[in-house]
């Protein structure tokens, strides 16, 4: 390869790679994406291939736990990480509580505030009888809207009531005023809602760890005392957070850009120290310079040998404060910027799906999404 095409080369794809950096100045953004087509520009083919995207497209996983995962999607453009965004929060099935039958409620809470809680209280089962359960047609103002059967409404029945323990009235004379050891179900709790299976649901639903139940037991529903009943039926059905936010499977779906630090001038010593605490802990590493580096002409470290340098150890970590750009001495020194196409997201689920298949669930949906417009498209141009 002859030395002006190599040149050529690298100039190029140091000119592409700068394209990915979104700039973070001290008080401005530049090199945002302005134009209709993201990433693309004048004189350049880019058309779309598969190949070139399998080729540049990356998931990389940081964090997988059952209720919170962090991975990152490289090579796609805020749009398509936007669209997993929103159907993480709006448009994955799960189940919850709709409709209260209230019996008997003598406690403090009026029965529209008791039903409101109650809804709100995230569900688990097992996942392919969740799968299994089909769509409820809610009633509107032109028919009455479906029949509850056991493939598409799961009843739940909650029966508590407030009594005094044995010896507890003595106590309470003595001065006793502990709620725990003076009555019975002083508290209501998650716990204690009953799954009440119909039909085939014993079978899709087996106990004891696939029934329908809270996904945290220790959600506080209601206090009560000697006296004070509570005693409901609830009728669970299937739903996405457009309907309403207690069938949203996330607690939390969101993603930032990685950011980017380039350290284009030496910081060494004192100033080391002091540029290592404008970012959080873990961001910026202090390492020794190297008797090598102190003899090489014009590397900046001359001189130096064995004093700190700053390095760049995780990116990730950062939150980009912007805070080494209040310091005269580093803003002619570093780069502040976010990657473009490195979309970092935190996943946090309810319970009702693992987090890491919520994501797998979205670019279901997506597909089908994209198979309809398709087939929309179709039957346009055969029109």
Known sequence: ???????????????????????????????IASSEFPNQNAGESHHWDIENFKKNFHVQFHKNDPFDSTFSLIGIDAPIANAFRRILISEISTVAIEYVYVVNNTSIIQDEVLAARLGLIPLKGDREGLKWMRWFKRPTEDSDGGVPTDYNTVVLGLDVECTWKDGAKEKARRGEND??????????????????????????????????QAVNPDILIAKLRPGQKI???????????????????????????????????PIVGASARKFSKCFPKGVINLEPVTAEEASREGSGYEGYEGEPKAVVLDPMKDTVSRECLRHDEFKSKVKLGRIRDHFIFSVESTGQWESDELFLESVRVLKVKCMKMKKGLEEMIRQ
């Open 179 to 212: 709620p725990k050891i003076l009555y019975n179900n002083s508290s209501v709790y998650a716990s204690q809602i009953t799954f009440r299976p119909t039909g085939q649901q014993s079978q899709r639903f087996p106990a004891p760890d696939g029934i329908i």
């Open 231 to 265: 005693s409901l039926s609830m009728h669970c059905i299937k739903g996405i957070g457009a309907d309403h936010a207690k069938f949203s499977p996330v607690a939390t779906a969101t993603y930032r850009l990685l950011p980017h630090i380039d350290i284009i001038k």
């Open 1 to 31: 390869m002859a030395r002006d095409e190599w040149i050529l080369r690298e100039h190029s794809a140091q000119k592409l790679q700068d394209r990915k950096i979104i700039g973070i100045n001290a008080e401005t953004v530049t090199n």
